[in-house]
């Protein structure tokens, strides 16, 4: 199965792992911010460019740095 990655840059960490997770992918987040951050800090970076086809399982990286 494949998904397309949706861009997440700007979203909140929280909406952005949500978002990912809920299409099948496995999500990690590089920052440096608490996690009682991350319904306000915003993601600057994914691993996977918006609209890269992507297997569900996989993982990518969201990163706030």
Known sequence: NVVEVPNMVGQT???AKASLESIGLKVIVNTDQ????????KVKRQSAAAGTQLRVGDSITISTK
Request: aromatic share 10%; proline share 0%; charged share 10%.
């Open 13 to 15: 960490i929280l909406a």
């Open 34 to 41: 608490l996690t009682t951050k991350w319904g306000i800090v």
